[in-house]
């Protein structure tokens, strides 16, 4: 899973995805085998690069070390790689499974969300034994994890138990009724594998996001603006624009995309298929408008 409105500044599907891919639901011995090809796409539509490499040039992707502010504290983007003790070699896709639907780790512990698993939970079966594959083919890196630097109590995982009841309902993606095939295709890689609520929702005080209020506009770290992305926002923005922009980060009025932006840009939308990248815009056009 960002915006003359400032789409330019954060879909940061990114901006909040930190924490380890990992997984909970029944992936049986008899399921197929995930396709790692397709997974390495699967990987770039969800810009899963950002959050779990840290922030330096030389830095080994997947590896870890991304730091993540928010009103919280300080989060750490883990290591994804398969290392056995470094990152999640010792992993079975069961475990996998269990983290992107459930947000728990192997152990049974919550995960936090700014691992944005609220939205991940929404992937479907095969997409995550896909992604799976794909992680299972990344060299291993031996870089350790960092602590998160929490506030107080915020860091105390049994809490994000009654997170959970208000804020997060686990399950695959299901189209939405009476919707085109293009239009449920582009739900699915916004709402889902884009994440792109998770900056583009505005929040509560708990962290929770403003369901009635889905895609008009949030804020990603920083405290800086990400835009309101329904139609109300998009209506000075042709179609045309829209594909330039999620191809090179260019606005219509030759302004180029915020930094946070653009990394979502380079890292994810750039890398989509002309046809899903047409699914997005067919979707965020069919949004009901909401005011900033």
């Known amino acids: 899973m960002a ?17 380890v891919l990992a997984s909970f639901s029944c992936a049986s011995p008899a399921a197929a085998a995930g396709d790692s090809k397709r ?22 992707p997947f590896s870890g070390g991304r730091a993540l502010k928010t009103p919280f504290g300080t989060f750490h983007g883990p290591n994804i790689t398969p290392h056995p003790q470094a990152g999640i070699g010792r992993w079975t896709e069961a475990d996998f499974i269990r983290a992107m639907r459930h947000g728990r780790r ?5 995960y936090f969300p700014a691992f944005p698993y609220p939205s991940f939970t ?3 079966d095969a997409d995550l034994r896909d992604l799976w594959a794909y992680l299972r083919t990344l060299p291993p890196s031996a870089r350790a994890n960092q602590e998160h630097d929490l506030w107080f109590f915020f860091g105390w995982r049994f809490l994000v138990t009654v997170w959970k009841w208000f804020f997060f309902t686990p399950g695959p993606f299901v189209n939405i009724q009476g919707a085109s095939e293009i239009v449920n295709r582009g739900a699915y890689l916004v709402q889902a594998l884009g994440h792109c609520g998770e900056c583009h929702t505005p929040r509560n005080f708990l962290g929770g996001p403003k369901r009635g209020r889905y895609l008009a506009g949030g804020r990603v770290p ?6 309101n992305i329904t139609p109300s926002g998009l209506e000075l923005w042709s179609d045309a624009n829209l594909k330039e922009f999620f191809s090179s980060g260019v606005t219509p009025d030759d302004d180029r995309a915020s930094e946070e932006m653009y990394e979502v840009i380079r890292n994810s939308t750039s890398h989509l298929t002309p046809q899903d990248v047409a699914a997005m815009i067919a979707y965020l056009r069919a949004l009901p408008p909401l005011p900033d």
Do not use: I, Q, S, W
């Not at 997974?39 to 080994?60: F, M, S």
């Open 39 to 60: 997974g390495e796409y699967l990987v770039r539509a969800g810009g899963c690069v950002g959050c779990h490499t840290e922030d330096r040039k030389d830095a080994v």
């Open 222 to 227: 920083g405290d800086r603006e990400a835009p």
């Open 106 to 110: 192997p152990d049974g512990a919550n």
């Open 3 to 19: 915006a003359v409105p400032v789409l330019y500044r954060p879909m940061r599907r990114l901006a909040p995805a930190l924490l």
């Open 122 to 124: 929404k992937v479907r």
